[in-house]
């Protein structure tokens, strides 16, 4: 019987972590001024593992990722990825699901691989609607110096689904 429980425990856990990441990215980019340069960061991104689709706008500046489930991608990881392309990642707008709670009086979300701040400048309706435990949202993450990449961001939100 103790088998059992320990195995539906540790079934549970693994369910839980799979299902928090990050599912997209629309990250800005800047430096990026040649139909060249957006190609060769398009087939950069792509060479990461945990990405479904993969499409770089120059017109729009942007590098739009939608990420496959389950992946292991990390914001600081993408970023990391535009900066050895060449290029600097400015502000994201993303959307990504994991544990939302509260530490130090101020909501955070995990998605077990980073940790989002999240900001006091949400509106308020969105802050009231925030409960603990497992949730999907969409926010803007706001641009980070590129050698001071840590894994822990600021996200302002722009939805809670």
């Not at 400015?90 to 709670?101: D, F, L």
Request: proline share 2%; hydrophobic share 35%.
């Amino acid at each position: 019987m103790k088998k059992i429980a320990l195995i539906l425990i540790i079934t549970l856990l693994g369910t839980l972590s799979s299902e928090a990441q990050i599912q997209k990215v629309d990250q800005e980019v800047y430096g990026m001024d040649c139909a060249p340069c957006a190609y060769g960061l398009e087939r950069g991104l792509k060479k990461m593992d945990g990405l479904q689709n993969v499409r770089v706008s120059l017109n729009d500046g942007k590098a739009y990722l939608e990420l496959a489930t389950e992946n292991k991608l990390t914001l600081q990881g993408i970023q990391e990825e535009v900066k050895q392309n060449g290029f600097s990642a400015k502000k994201a707008q993303i959307t990504i699901s994991g544990t939302v709670k509260k530490v130090n009086g101020l909501w955070v979300i995990d998605t077990g691989q980073e940790l989002f701040d999240i900001s006091q400048h949400s509106p308020t309706e969105l802050l009231q609607a925030l409960t603990p435990g497992m949730t999907t949202l969409s926010g803007t993450v706001e641009d980070e110096e590129d050698g001071n990449l840590s894994g822990r961001w600021a996200i302002t939100l722009t939805k809670i689904k």
